[in-house]
């Protein structure tokens, strides 16, 4: 900025204070799983994530809304919310879903899915990793703009995954990833 922090003509500046640094060890939830968020907060194994590169986004994480609220789940109950807080620049968001899928050959992934006025975005779909999130590929294109209400999705997980060469590991990392200029008010 061009300011100081003197109480004459024009002021501006931070404070920091209480900084802490923390390791954070992804917990795999082993099968089977599910979520239902009705706890209203996030499960051991879910993270927020920083989004994988776009060429379409100038800010990947800031101003992103990544939170478990009630009511914006499936009749009203608490759901998980992807998207901005408030409106300007595209913005792309993400959650990581952790996994041990070690000892399987096959795994499906149901979710419920549901619009909030939102358009499709190349930014918008489910990807996944193999080696604890080192590397992501898209396997998966959500199409947001073309869903009334909420539609039950079921992904073959281990065809999708083979498909991009990866394996179902003990590190296994599902994402979805949602990226727009608008928010939820």
Do not use: C, H
Request: hydrophobic share 35%; proline share 3%; glycine share 10%.
């Amino acid at each position: 900025d061009n300011a100081d922090f003197n109480n004459t003509n024009d002021e501006d500046g931070w404070f920091l204070d209480d900084v802490a640094v923390y390791r954070y060890d992804p917990v795999y939830a082993s099968l089977p799983y599910t979520e239902d968020f009705e706890s209203g907060q996030l499960g051991e194994s879910w993270q927020q994530a920083l989004p994988m590169e776009s060429t379409q986004a100038i800010y990947i994480r800031p101003g992103s809304r990544v939170e478990v609220t009630e009511g914006s789940g499936q009749n009203g109950s608490y759901g998980l919310v992807l998207g901005r807080i408030t409106d300007g620049t595209y913005t792309v968001t993400a959650i990581d879903l952790n996994l041990d899928l070690s000892n399987y050959a096959q795994a499906e992934l149901s979710f419920a899915f549901g619009d909030y006025f939102d358009e499709t975005q190349g930014d918008d779909g489910i990807w996944f990793s193999d080696d604890g999130g080192e590397t992501f590929a898209k396997v998966y294109q959500l199409n947001p703009a073309g869903i009334s209400g909420f539609q039950t999705f079921v992904l073959d997980i281990d065809s999708l995954a083979y498909a991009q060469n990866m394996r179902l590991s003990g590190e296994f990392v599902v994402r979805f990833q949602q990226g727009d200029d608008a928010d939820f008010n």
